[in-house]
């Protein structure tokens, strides 16, 4: 209806929205008789008895990813020590991190003979869960644990674009395992003279 210039905008005293029809009676389809229905150069076109709307809104709810440190320092007297990390709270907020849910039997559209489309199950559109996991991973290995900077270099290119974000714990090289404990930053591919290389770094600030 918005394309047809009929605009809406929302109720501020209670939950729902307003059809604003130019002139209103294009919204009285069916209603608008007698006199006045003759007098008028715009017809009615939508009832706004059996008008229906699909509405998307924004919540106030955050998606959210939560990871709990035990306390496993303890003071002289065997007492829990007050200044470990999980006497603390680091909160951290990723802008860009979403959540779409589609509710059950929502309408998407009108088949070819004008009956209704609807989504049947509720389900999700968009869960950036895996972008507050990267974020996650990253807190932890900075603020938290001991970590080391890796910079790993592979002959070929490899499909680990998925891998940033994800712990690397240990590096093993000619029987020797190093422990990094930090997160993969970056992952990157080039094409030099001897062939194609993917690059991983660790432990790098982004």
Known sequence: MT????????????????????????LADGHWRGFAAKKTNTQPEFDYESVMVTVAFESDQRLKLEYEIPTVDTDSDGSPDASAPSRGVLQEVVEAAQTWYLAPETVIGLAEN??????????????????????????????????ARAHIMFRGYMPWSDLRGVILETIEEKDTVYQVRSAVTSVDWRLTRSGPETTIKAGYAR
Do not use: C, W
Not at 8 to 25: D, E, M, Q
Not at 116 to 145: P, T, V
């Open 114 to 147: 004008g009956s209704l489309q609807k989504s049947g199950a509720g389900r999700e559109l968009r869960n950036d869960r895996a972008l507050l996991a990267a974020r996650m991973a990253g807190l932890i290995s900075r603020y938290y644990q001991e970590r």
């Open 3 to 26: 394309e047809r210039g009929i605009p809406f905008s929302v109720l501020k005293s209670t939950l729902g929205i307003r059809a604003n029809g130019n002139p209103a009676h294009r």
